[in-house]
């Protein structure tokens, strides 16, 4: 039998201890040129808002969801 996953839990404002640190959503633009992990390398054809990025490889066209984690800016 698997156990259930602990949500995270949100930090509270009176807590003694310190907040997890935010990290920020790196910014992309349209035309770009991006390294993804996986894919390689592409050119950013759309851009939702904090949301996600699409982008072209050449042989195929991923949307990639924030926070980006394997998606650099070149």
């Known amino acids: 039998m698997r156990r259930a996953r602990a949500a995270t839990r949100r930090h509270l404002?009176?807590?003694?201890?310190k907040a997890p640190p935010?990290?920020?959503v790196e910014e992309f633009a349209v035309r770009d040129k991006v390294s993804h992990d996986r894919y390689g390398l592409g050119v950013v054809t759309a851009v939702e808002d904090g949301v996600a990025v699409s982008v072209d490889?050449?042989?195929q066209t991923e949307r990639?969801?924030?926070?980006?984690?394997k998606l650099f800016k070149l």
């Open 13 to 17: 404002p009176t807590s003694p201890f």
């Open 22 to 24: 935010v990290t920020p």
């Open 57 to 59: 490889f050449g042989s």
């Open 64 to 69: 990639i969801p924030a926070p980006y984690a």
